[in-house]
């Protein structure tokens, strides 16, 4: 079954739909020795090629999540030079398709970790444009005031950049040496959450993340298991993103 070339080299992880065009007028994709065309199909017996290098795409295009539930000390790269576990250790029983995360999670955060056989969607999902929500429990050293609580949901200054948190509760729960708090916010950039507390004077010794878009943290799922998640779910990850299967 042929599709059109940006949707197929966008699921294998190449770029998003939008970046491959631009590939494709630079003439840096080449599909069976010749330069690719805008709205060519092709199909996983096609020889495609970026920047000289083939691209295998699979016979089957069907789109699948895994919702996996990271534990602190894990990096979220396919392999580490200096030896530490990946998430990709966790999941080496999965056998369908090359699955690409959607962002990541620092070594010592744990929780919610989506990954996508689909790089469009995971490409989607990442972006600010669709303003996906993420849900995270943060422990903080002492906790903050309430001034500076407002002023994480005014905006506050990261990296040169005006940032701030969705919403920002403290837990009822709270109390001795460390506060919790569970946080909301639009984006996930590198370490936004640490830094955004740091920004105000707070010091987060433990982040957890709690949801992803529609998608929560089953609370059975034990750290280092994963599970795929259902069409439903799955199609509600595409919806946010506006991204159908044609």
Known sequence: MSTRINKALAAAGVASRRAVEK???????????KPATLGQRVDYNSDIRVDGKRVLLEADDTRSVVAYHKPEGEICTASDPRGRRTVFDSLSAWHGPRLVSVGRL?????????????????????HPSHEIVRVYRCRVVGGISDSAQSRLLSGVKVDGRTCSFLSLHKEKSSGGANT???????EGRNREVRKLFEAVGGSVNRLIREQYGPIKLDRQLKKGQWRELV????AALAQAVALGKD
């Open 23 to 33: 590939l494709i007028e630079q003439e840096r994709v080449i599909v069976d020795g």
């Open 106 to 126: 620092d070594i010592n955060t744990s929780g919610l970790l989506l990954l996508t056989t689909d790089g469009e969607l995971a490409h989607r999902l990442m």
């Open 180 to 186: 919790w708090y569970t946080a909301k916010l639009a």
């Open 231 to 234: 069409p439903k779910e799955t």
